[in-house]
């Protein structure tokens, strides 16, 4: 049995050597955690990637080894810091309180963190947990693991504490694994108890679409003597990357060379030379994707355009954007020369930063004129939400080269010049009296109970919004019942969880802009959640002038519709974004739909349009959990026609809390939320809280990209 000094020497002799190294490949172990079969290795899953794995190596409570179920699913959260949830049951359906007395229902947190600073040529070298937090830990461990990559061999030791009574993982342990192509690799370990061998065959991505690797695991050999028999474990995993739009996706570039020009009286001011913003030197940076065949034949195409009037160029920008598909287009030019946009933003209903991106890459294709500005204003229903100005030789110059903009961008409405034409009496495509009609899946589910590993009511969702006048609206949102399980049948246990079908909301809305940007929501209708109520909710919402910073109040009353009695929540919610990091941090206290009081904080860790979130709270018990939000909808979604609009839900979210602090894990519903609602400030009007300039400056490539993917 090898000791923790023979590792050791084994792995600096190795070290020493001449060779190049590079990080272990990363792929999910058994227990939950990137690694060989039972230990971890020094590797972290990648930033914005996730695994969805399943083996059948079922650690029964520390004491021994068995054929059960372990389901993981881990996500690479930012630079060098994985995460982790397992679920490890022994059956998937038998009722705990029956026959199946004493068998294991455990979910569980992993993470793992690779210390930076350390040269890659050395080694690399991480800290970790397993089982973090809950009333019961069953496989409580802490570790310390180093990992060198040497040609087709990836070597690894560590030592770790562990509570468990099989000692896997408390004391030294160690491993390699010999990868002779990328398929297929070989792996030997001894886990501080036991001598296991395990053989990994991958199905590279360039086989499944791109979408991501699938990977199949045996462990064919292990000497432990905490095993029920002989037999081999397997396990299958999938990693894929949460969303090809996030920024590591992309390459960073050097800023454009600062020009000194006239300072300009103020945004609204478009008669005067455009001040050339002293931002902070990282949001000077930007990134950009690989050189693009379509970025080359831009300046061929606004060539094509130089020698038609002002007039002739702005009508052609205004049937251009027409054809893009957006709606309360408003266009307006002067001799300056300066051009001004007004457009509602209804197809790039996932972010609206690609709709900014493209209709400043429109004005940068049809107007060509020397020196002419532009400034465009994002609105919602006749709010204006951000607005942006520029040059447009500066922008035209970050299209064709990759070359980093100088953009002027506020929150809010901008007053236009007086001395403005017009194109047309009217803005075009108007928004109002068209339904928008959202698809999307509505779950409720409960995980690891002593009824089942995973028990569920699904339901199909459809949300019928009508805009009426400005920033007004009715939304009506039915569903349908597709699959229950047996526990969330009628007369079953989680009968009080099951989503009804039918009506399940209609309200009528009203948003108001006011001014030092405030906004104000208010929804009056019908919410029929679990109970029949009628209500409104209040939302009013501050931001700072850049976006960075949110705050809100929101308060909402409910009355039985078959009693009398009523319920009400008051909450005060703040938000920082962080988008340099693409991260923003959420708080809010006070009293929650559940009627229970405290606080709950919020992480989200985006990945273009997607994010993983981690949470706790402290209300009526202390909660711990992870969420994720993902799109059902494509990157564009179809205009909208005469008739209306069908896309799908644009931010879809689930999660899994689990209780902490108390010696028992019962099960919470509905605690340190608020009522779910299809309208609401950050989703409606906010694009998911994420307008602020701070956003914008941080995700300049993507302005870019959008323009050259759908020009």
């Known amino acids: 049995?090898?000791?923790?000094?023979?590792?050791?020497?084994?792995?600096?002799?190795?070290?020493?050597?001449?060779?190049?190294?590079?990080?272990?490949?990363?792929?999910?172990?058994?227990?939950?955690?990137?690694?060989?079969?039972?230990?971890?290795?020094?590797?972290?899953?990648?930033?914005?990637?996730?695994?969805?794995?399943?083996?059948?190596?079922?650690?029964?409570?520390?004491?021994?080894?068995?054929?059960g179920h372990n389901f993981v699913f881990s996500v690479g959260l930012f630079d060098g810091f994985e995460m982790s949830g397992l679920i490890a049951s022994n059956t998937i359906h038998?009722?705990?309180?029956?026959?199946?007395?004493?068998?294991?229902?455990?979910?569980?947190?992993?993470?793992?963190?690779?210390?930076?600073?350390?040269?890659?040529?050395?080694?690399?070298?991480?800290?970790?947990?397993?089982?973090?937090?809950?009333?019961?830990?069953?496989?409580?461990?802490?570790?310390?693991?180093?990992s060198k990559r040497l040609g087709d061999f990836s070597i690894t030791v560590g030592a770790g504490s562990s509570d468990s009574i099989i000692e896997d993982m408390n004391g030294p342990f160690g491993g390699i694994e010999w990868m002779p192509v990328d398929w297929f690799a070989l792996q030997v370990e001894h886990d501080a108890e036991a001598v296991n061998a395990a053989a990994r065959l991958t199905v590279p991505k360039e086989?499944?679409?791109?979408?991501?690797?699938?990977?199949?695991?045996?462990?064919?050999?292990?000497?432990?003597?905490?095993?029920?028999?002989?037999?081999?474990?397997?396990?299958?995993?999938?990693?894929?990357?949460?969303?090809?739009?996030?920024?590591?996706?992309?390459?960073?570039?050097?800023?454009?060379?600062?020009?000194?020009?006239?300072?300009?009286?103020?945004?609204?001011?478009?008669?005067?030379?455009?001040?050339?913003?002293?931002?902070?030197?990282?949001?000077?940076?930007?990134?950009?994707?690989?050189?693009?065949?379509?970025?080359?034949?831009?300046?061929?195409?606004?060539?094509?355009?130089?020698?038609?009037?002002?007039?002739?160029?702005?009508?052609?920008?205004?049937?251009?954007?027409?054809?893009?598909?957006?709606?309360?287009?408003?266009?307006?030019?002067?001799?300056?020369?300066?051009?001004?946009?007004?457009?509602?933003?209804?197809?790039?209903?996932?972010?609206?930063?690609?709709?900014?991106?493209?209709?400043m890459g429109r004005i940068g294709e049809f107007i060509t004129k020397e020196h002419a500005r532009f400034l465009i204003q994002l609105e919602k229903s006749d709010i204006g939400l951000l607005n942006i100005q520029g040059s447009v030789d500066n922008y035209r110059q970050f299209i064709a080269e990759g070359v980093s903009p100088d953009l002027d961008v506020r929150q809010g409405s901008v007053s236009t010049p007086s001395d403005m034409m017009w194109v047309g009496n009217t803005a075009e495509q108007s928004p109002y009296f068209l339904p928008r009609v959202t698809f999307s899946p509505a779950l409720a589910a409960t995980y690891a109970t002593e009824l089942g590993v995973y028990d569920f009511s699904l339901a199909l969702r459809a949300d019928v919004e009508v805009p009426l006048w400005k920033g007004a609206g009715v939304n009506v949102t039915m569903q349908k019942v597709v699959a229950d399980t047996e526990d969330f049948e009628k007369g079953d246990t989680f009968e009080g969880r099951r989503l009804k079908g039918g009506l399940n909301q209609a309200v009528f809305y009203q948003a108001v802009e006011l001014p030092f940007n405030i906004y104000n929501l208010t929804q009056v209708g019908m919410f029929r959640d679990y109970f029949d109520y009628y209500g409104f909710i209040n939302e009013t919402t501050w931001l700072s002038s850049g976006g960075r910073h949110q705050l809100s109040a929101n308060i909402a009353k409910f009355e039985y519709q078959d009693y009398e009695v009523s319920r009400d929540y008051h909450l005060l919610e703040y938000q920082f974004n962080w988008s340099e990091q693409d991260i923003t941090l959420h708080a809010s206290m006070g009293k929650f739909w559940a009627l229970d009081e405290g606080v709950k904080v919020e992480s989200r860790f985006w990945f273009g349009d997607s994010y993983i979130a981690i949470y706790a709270a402290d209300t009526a018990s202390q909660q711990v959990g992870i969420a994720f939000s993902i799109p059902l909808s494509p990157r564009k979604d179809m205009s909208v026609t005469p008739y209306g609009q069908i896309k799908g839900n644009e931010a879809w979210r689930h999660g899994v809390t689990t209780r902490v602090g108390e010696s028992h894990n019962a099960l919470v519903r509905g605690q340190a939320s608020k009522m779910y609602t299809r309208i609401n400030m950050e989703r409606t009007f906010l694009n998911q809280g994420r307008n602020s300039s701070s956003y914008v400056y941080a995700n300049l490539a993507r302005l870019r990209e959008a323009y050259l993917t759908y020009k």
């Open 207 to 359: 086989w499944l679409f791109d979408l991501g690797e699938l990977t199949f695991t045996s462990r064919f050999y292990s000497n432990t003597n905490y095993s029920e028999n002989d037999s081999t474990y397997y396990g299958i995993n999938f990693t894929m990357p949460l969303s090809s739009q996030a920024r590591n996706n992309y390459k960073e570039i050097k800023p454009a060379p600062t020009i000194l020009v006239a300072k300009n009286s103020g945004p609204s001011d478009l008669s005067k030379p455009i001040v050339v913003n002293q931002r902070e030197p990282e949001l000077k940076k930007t990134v950009i994707t690989k050189k693009s065949d379509k970025s080359e034949a831009y300046s061929a195409q606004v060539k094509s355009k130089q020698n038609a009037s002002l007039s002739s160029q702005v009508h052609r920008l205004k049937l251009a954007l027409i054809e893009d598909g957006f709606e309360n287009i408003s266009i307006g030019f002067n001799e300056t020369p300066s051009v001004v946009v007004k457009f509602e933003n209804r197809v790039f209903n996932r972010n609206d930063l690609d709709a900014l991106g493209l209709v």
């Open 94 to 146: 038998d009722n705990g309180f029956g026959d199946g007395f004493g068998q294991i229902r455990d979910l569980s947190f992993n993470a793992k963190y690779q210390i930076p600073f350390i040269p890659d040529d050395w080694f690399f070298l991480a800290i970790g947990s397993k089982d973090i937090g809950g009333a019961k830990n069953y496989y409580n461990t802490h570790y310390l693991t180093a």
């Open 1 to 67: 049995m090898p000791t923790l000094n023979s590792l050791i020497f084994i792995f600096l002799a190795t070290s020493s050597a001449n060779l190049l190294a590079s990080e272990a490949k990363q792929y999910q172990s058994f227990a939950g955690y990137t690694g060989l079969i039972n230990v971890p290795n020094a590797s972290i899953l990648s930033t914005g990637s996730v695994d969805i794995g399943y083996n059948n190596q079922l650690d029964l409570r520390g004491t021994n080894y068995m054929d």
